[in-house]
């Protein structure tokens, strides 16, 4: 019997106000693997906003290959409404220090990669202001294969 070996990718993430961008790389893989869960640990709370149109924050998992210009993504989640962000977190947003999954990308073949392949953390805004990111911890789940 083989015991599947499981590892995690961490990374504090930094706050960001309304209208800020940010884009880190958190690890290379150290095997070849599978991404088999992407969770985002706020560090403080941020409700779902109403205004759609201004204040949407997507967070988002890449894989940059081992060359760092990759441009695959993983797995993603906006908070934008209430009954928007019901699919990617809690239906009233990001809780402190409670991690929320993001969904996973629906193409499978996506979420196997190489070892040394470097995965990228990004959190960017849309709208005129976007909303703010609570800044917190990203922790990504990897299955060798």
């Known amino acids: 019997m083989t015991v ?16 800020a961008n940010y884009s880190a790389p958190i690890g290379r893989a150290p095997f070849a693997a599978q991404v088999t869960l992407v969770e985002f640990v706020a560090a403080s709370a941020v409700l779902a906003s109403t205004n759609v149109a201004n204040t949407v924050r997507t ?3 890449y894989n940059r290959l081992g060359t760092g210009a990759g441009t695959t993504r993983l797995a993603s989640g906006a908070l934008t409404s209430v009954s928007a962000s019901q699919t990617a977190f809690l239906p009233t ?25 470097i995965l990228a953390w990004e959190s960017s805004f849309s709208g005129s202001t976007g909303g703010i990111d609570p800044g917190g911890k990203v922790i990504v789940t990897l299955s060798r294969v």
């Open 4 to 19: 599947p070996i499981v590892r995690t990718l961490e990374m504090d993430i930094t706050s960001l106000i309304s209208g």
């Open 59 to 61: 967070f988002s998992l």
């Open 93 to 117: 947003g990001l809780v402190a220090n409670l991690a929320s999954t993001l969904p996973l990308t629906a193409t499978t073949s996506f979420l196997t990669i190489a070892a040394g392949d």
